[in-house]
């Protein structure tokens, strides 16, 4: 039976422990290896109000145009090594809009409801660094998964699963931390 849980930095680890700290995590690193082991990625994005119907998500040079069931259209996302303001839209966003517009007319016009951004974890070597921590041990780390960590979370979950509570490394070496390191 799943139940919810309070989280504290300050008490003791308890059980089983997983470091999925994003970029505080891989600053950690950083540090600690005197060289960067991690960075972070802007991104910024929009929901624009479109009722799409039961069309296909399109992918084309680096930009998201994904339909969404309750009428909005997601529109993703850019990637900025270098920023000022790391949750703060632009203009980099409206041209994302713009080359979505160019891409599939029909969203011309189209309300802009949100405009986000954030800040996405990115290890040095693209892939998410996943095993055992490397300065924490007997602990783990899920960390630095950039683009492809949400689109892979439910089979991350299930390696770092198998690995933490069963015992079985079935990571992959170019997903070991060792590759970012």
């Given amino acids: ?33 005197g060289r960067v082991v991690g960075s972070a990625v802007k991104g910024q994005a929009a929901l624009l109000h479109h009722a799409a119907g039961p069309a296909p998500q ?22 900025e090594r270098a920023f000022d303001d790391p949750t703060g839209t632009d203009a980099a966003l409206d041209a994302l809009i713009e080359r979505a517009t160019s891409a599939m007319p029909v969203l011309h016009g189209a309300e802009v409801i949100e405009r986000w951004a ?29 683009k492809i960590g949400f689109g892979m979370a439910p089979k ?3 390696v770092m699963a198998d690995l933490v509570l069963e015992g079985r490394d079935a990571i992959p070496e170019g997903f070991r931390p060792a590759a970012s390191l």
Avoid: C, W, Y
């Avoid at 849980?5 to 997983?18: H, K, L, M, Y």
């Fill in 58 to 79: 399109l992918f084309v040079d680096g930009l998201h145009i994904i339909p969404h069931d309750d009428g909005t259209v997601a529109i993703g996302s850019t990637s």
């Fill in 118 to 146: 954030g800040l996405r974890p990115r290890s040095k070597s693209r892939a998410p660094m996943l095993g055992a921590h490397p300065l924490h041990d007997g602990q783990f780390i899920a960390n630095g998964g950039f």
């Fill in 1 to 33: 039976r799943a139940a919810g849980a309070e989280i504290s930095a300050d008490g003791p680890d308890r059980g089983a422990v997983i470091h999925a700290t994003g970029m505080s995590g891989l600053d950690e690193l950083n540090r600690a290896f």
């Fill in 156 to 158: 991350i979950a299930e």
